[in-house]
Structure formats: C-alpha cells, structure tokens
C-alpha cells in the first residue's frame, strides 16, 4: 500500500493531533512515533535499517496509507522519491514556541539516554540519528535549535512541488485540511491533544 499522505513536520508540532485527524477523516490508519512505541519488536528492526541506509518502506508502512511525525519526517526527501504522488502535510508553528515545547520534552529526553532504562535505549538511540538527520543534533542551544527548524521548513518547501505540499498550523482546523485532502469537513472540533504531559505518559509506554 503506498502512502498517499505524508507528514514532514517535526514533533510538537501538532503531529499527533494531525493522525487523529487524518484518522477521523478516513484517510487513516495514520504512522506515527507512538505506533514504533507500541510494536517495537517490529518497528524498531525497520527504523534501524533505515537510519543506517537500507530502509524498507513497504514494510515500515504495511497497513499505513499515511505518516506522520518523527521517524517519518526526517526522511521527506526519500519518501517523495518513494511516492512521488503522494501529498505532503508540513505543520509548524513559531520557532520559539516550540522550542519551548521541543526543549522540554523530545530533546530533554534524547539529551538524557544514558540514564534511560536500558530496555529504552536502542529505540533512543533510533530517534537521536533520526532527529539528528533531520537537522536537530544533540548539544544545540535555543538560538542553533530555532535555526535549524526554520532550515527544516525550509528545505520541506524545497524539496516537495508546491501543488503536493500543504503549509498549515492545526489551531488552523479543518477547513484548509479538507480542502487540501479534498474531503468534507467533519462535524465536530478538530483534535487537541499530546500536550506535554501526555507526551511522557506516552514515552513511560516505551519503558
């Protein structure tokens, strides 16, 4: 099944409430970090394979018509190339805003691996080369850490033609989503969810 929705954003911001939303449209089920956290003995092998080159993306996505969040982000380019139809989502927010949040979670967390469980470890280790792919090695500062997701937006820009790529924030809603999938806008708010708090409930899952 080749996927036909894919999500260049980085983490927080709004990934995951974009897989509810791509879920709750039926354009789902939707790939996202927490599916690795919750069929590593799978995914993680897979992830591996592809951070050191050799990636599967048929089988990484098996059941998946869409992706979203890390580890999917930071391989954009190789999944245009997999998919050249395929329509891209690049959510994002101020800088500063998520470096706020970024800080305080995802790179708190990556920043601190030896201390992890160890059970946790490969799977940590997994997200550091891929964040690191994409831009945000470990040791940045706030200044080098907003630059490099102002350089990320840009090269998503760059890389995706204009008429496959959606620029959107979720406080956005539904309408430009829909009208960008070409689906009607549900009834009901768009999904809110994976604040910070529950960014470590769901990283507890992975322990």
Known sequence: MPLDVIGAGVGRTGTYSLKLAINQLGLGPSHHMEEVILNMPRQLPLWQAAVAGNADWQAIYDGYPAAVDWPTAGFHRELYAANPTARFILTHRSAESWYESFSSTIYKLISNVDAAPEPMRPWLEMTIAVIAKTGFPLGLDRDGLCAAFEAHIATVK????????????VKEGWEPLCAFLGVPVPEGPFPRTNDRSEFWDKVSAAA
């Open 158 to 169: 760059a890389t995706i033609p204009a008429s496959q790529l959606l620029v959107y924030q």
